[in-house]
């Protein structure tokens, strides 16, 4: 555990001499909120109108943390990392250390997310607070169980998202299939609460990925519940295992393919 | 002089065409990147059916007219991507003085460096942009004016890219810049104007003409008026020629990095 913890370190060392990119790249982030933040005002013909159960602040509120959970987990570079690993050959140096590609990747990935999950998180609450000027919790021990849940939110998805940049020793490009998965977090999971689907929909979507990478810590944060807390904490530990698991059948299964020529 | 801009086509078009057959090479990822490109598309139409739930009408779209602005969106978006895919590296081309191999050939520089490769997942966006047409209206004049708008669309996208990249021949390190200056014309591009007020509609008019490519092509569609069309074609003949005298300029403080590498 210690060698991950070092790969960890080095990673968050690392991207801290990055810190203005960083804040320039919230930029972006920064305008889907800004987007979100007139569409739901919008939507609302006054702020105190509440549709499937929220309010037009739960609203933004429940983009605003979905969104830094998002930016945090930068899946798109993790996926490519993985792929250009795969079919580049580099992998070959990974594969003869003492450690588990997997545990690596995740370590190092975690180490990135972590200074862009600060970043994002300060100047999205920022952001939030002047839109809005108001916070849906100001109650510390919820905000540290939201905050747990947001951290077990990432390593989640960036487990999945190594799970589908492993593709690539099967297909050349996995990238397609980080779009579609992508697009079912980011639609479904990112932009609203379950609450909106159809209610014969919602059943699925509380054991899909959404409910434990987006909608679970974002749900907290709006409305605290103890109840719904231990049932997203629940299957937030079954999901990392249940994640673990596929990323490493599929990594067993591909690296026996795995040809490299020379390099 | 004709004779030149012939054969500039010529070259551009043959960039173009082996761009292509180098994206064809691997052709399950070909495909699979154009199909999948179609479905990440197709995904958001969940987002709109979501909200036209809530509400019939916003920021004065229908549902039709949101489809036909993510087709206008899509369309632009493959155009400037799959023509012109090196146009949203060039900051990089520059600081890195990868231009050099561009300035010796004996042709168009700007047009050589942003042709030379090609984005095929982009065909999926384009494709999807004529499916989003289809829905809303199928007819020879929609079909027409839809490809005019977005190859208007595809140039104003592009000359954005040109003018954002040309500022790494005055400043350092404009990557960043350039990325996001690119991905506030492709935000913005799918929400109706309607929902934005004050300042940010002026936005969409002046700084990220988005106005020019997408929302002006829609009210065209629905409800033709030659004044929006003109107003397209005249802003986008002039950003072009803002980017290409940008460039052009930047271009007399480039100097050679004596950069050496095999173009495969």
Redesign the interface.
Same mark, same amino acid.
């Given at each position: 555990m210690r060698k991950y913890l070092y790969i960890y370190k080095s990673e968050l060392m690392s991207q801290l001499q990055y810190l203005f990119?960083l804040v320039?790249?919230f !930029?972006?982030c920064g305008?889907?909120l800004f $987007?979100f933040f007139?569409?739901w005002h919008? !939507?609302y013909s006054d702020s105190s109108q509440i $549709?499937n159960g929220y309010s037009v602040d739960q609203m933004i509120w429940y983009v605003i943390i979905t969104e830094i959970i998002w930016g945090a987990c930068m899946g798109r570079t993790l996926c490519r990392k993985i792929s250009n690993d795969v079919r580049g050959g580099n992998i070959a140096y990974n594969i003869n250390k003492p450690y588990n590609y997997i545990g690596y990747s995740l370590a190092s990935h975690l180490g990135t997310a972590t200074v862009k999950g600060i970043i994002y998180t300060v100047l999205a609450l920022i952001l939030g607070l002047v839109m809005m000027g108001n916070f849906p919790t100001t109650n510390v021990l919820e905000l540290v169980l939201v905050l747990i849940s947001s951290i077990l939110a990432v390593v989640i998805s960036s487990l999945f998202t190594i799970f589908i940049g492993l593709f690539s020793f099967f297909?050349?490009?996995s990238?397609?299939?980080y779009?579609?998965y992508s697009?079912?977090i980011l639609?479904?999971g990112v932009?609203?609460p379950i609450e909106?689907?159809p209610n014969v929909v919602q059943p699925f979507l509380k054991f899909s990925p959404i409910y434990v990478v987006s909608y679970g810590p974002a749900k907290l944060f709006v409305n605290f519940n103890i109840n719904d807390c231990i049932s997203i904490f629940v299957a937030q530990f079954i999901y990392i295992l249940v994640a673990y698991l596929l990323c490493s059948l599929v990594y067993k299964k591909g690296v026996r393919r795995l040809n490299v020529n020379g390099g | 002089m004709l004779t030149v801009v012939k054969n500039q086509i010529k070259v551009t078009l043959l960039s173009i065409k082996y761009g292509l057959m180098r994206q064809m090479l691997n052709k399950t990822t070909f495909i699979t990147n154009i199909i999948f490109m179609l479905l990440n598309n197709a995904s958001f139409i969940l987002q709109w059916v979501i909200l036209y739930s809530l509400k019939d009408n916003i920021g004065g779209y229908t549902f039709k007219q949101v489809l036909l602005l993510w087709g206008f969106a899509a369309g632009t978006y493959g155009v400037s991507h799959f023509f012109f895919k090196r146009v949203f590296s060039l900051s990089d081309i520059i600081n890195t003085g990868k231009l050099d191999a561009s300035i010796i050939q004996p042709k168009n520089i700007l047009l050589s460096v942003i042709t030379s490769d090609v984005e095929a997942s982009a065909l999926g966006d384009l494709i999807y942009g004529y499916i989003m047409l289809f829905i809303c209206d199928i007819s020879i004049s929609s079909f027409l004016l839809f490809t005019l708008f977005i190859i208007c669309g595809g140039i104003i996208m592009t000359s954005i890219a040109i003018i954002y990249g040309s500022l790494a021949f005055w400043f350092n390190n404009t990557e960043m810049l350039a990325d996001t200056g690119n991905s506030l014309m492709v935000n913005f591009a799918t929400y109706p104007e309607g929902i934005f007020k004050g300042v940010v509609k002026t936005l969409f008019y002046t700084l990220i003409p988005i106005g020019f490519a997408n929302y002006i092509p829609v009210q065209v569609l629905n409800d033709f008026n030659v004044f929006g069309l003109l107003a397209v074609l005249g802003v986008t003949t002039l950003i072009l020629c803002m980017a290409i005298a940008i460039f052009y300029k930047g271009l007399k403080n480039y100097s050679s990095s004596n950069l050496m590498s095999a173009r495969i």
């Open positions: 990119n320039f790249g !930029i972006g305008i889907i $987007i007139n569409l919008y !939507i $549709i297909i050349e490009d990238s397609p299939f779009w579609l697009k079912f639609v479904i932009i609203f909106y689907f | -």
